[in-house]
């Protein structure tokens, strides 16, 4: 019989300043204001963007694995309104694998979007909704060539449960 821990997490609300170590979140700004640091800092010259509607069903709020891309910038954010939740570890390029144990979620709204910086390790969306429907901006290769996954469950046995209720 092999055993291993299910870790119970709470997603904060999200805030430009605790979502800092791992990207950024961009809110609405009034038409005509210049780019400044609030705007995402993008890096897609690796490749082609990528800018599309991705429909996610019954995502639910446990997963095992988490992921990182090393050569651009995801943007990501629900259409609708949709609150939804995402996990994050800090970059480790001087690591293949992530620190579990540091790993943090989020409860985003649906009036922002969230900018993940090179080497961020992610998970999500995650919601409870029967499906949510999201704009994603990355390469148009990512999923393909870009997309570096590590296996908490086989690696550290644990798998992470993010607890929605109050």
């Given at each position: 019989?092999?055993?291993y821990?299910?870790?119970?997490?709470?997603?904060?609300?999200?805030?430009?300043?605790?979502?800092?170590?791992?990207?950024?979140?961009?809110f609405a700004?009034?038409?005509?204001?210049?780019?400044?640091?609030?705007?995402?800092?993008l890096?897609?010259?690796?490749?082609?963007?990528?800018?599309?509607?991705?429909?996610?069903?019954n995502?639910?709020?446990?997963?095992d694995?988490?992921?990182?891309?090393?050569?651009?910038?995801?943007?990501?954010?629900?259409l609708?309104?949709?609150?939804?939740?995402?996990?994050?570890?800090?970059p480790?390029?001087?690591?293949?694998?992530?620190?579990w144990?540091?790993?943090?979620?989020?409860?985003?709204?649906?009036?922002?979007?969230?900018?993940?910086?090179?080497?961020?390790?992610?998970?999500?969306?995650?919601?409870?909704?029967?499906m949510?429907?999201?704009?994603n901006?990355?390469?148009?290769?990512?999923n393909?060539?870009?997309?570096?996954?590590?296996?908490?469950?086989?690696?550290?046995?644990?798998?992470?449960?993010?607890?929605?209720?109050?």
């Open positions: 019989m092999e055993t821990l299910l870790l119970k997490l709470r997603p904060q609300p999200i805030t430009s300043e605790n979502f800092q170590p791992f990207g950024q979140v961009i700004a009034e038409d005509g204001k210049a780019y400044d640091a609030s705007d995402a800092q890096e897609l010259q690796n490749g082609t963007p990528r800018l599309y509607i991705m429909r996610l069903h995502r639910g709020t446990r997963f694995r988490i992921t990182r891309h090393l050569r651009c910038t995801q943007c990501l954010g629900s609708e309104g949709k609150e939804w939740l995402m996990a994050v570890a800090r480790s390029l001087e690591s293949p694998k992530p620190d144990e540091s790993i943090r979620a989020f409860r985003i709204p649906g009036n922002c979007f969230i900018k993940l910086n090179l080497d961020t390790w992610h998970t999500g969306p995650y919601f409870e909704a029967p949510i429907d999201f704009y901006l990355e390469l148009s290769d990512t393909i060539v870009d997309h570096d996954t590590c296996n908490l469950l086989e690696t550290y046995g644990v798998e992470i449960d993010l607890i929605t209720t109050e």
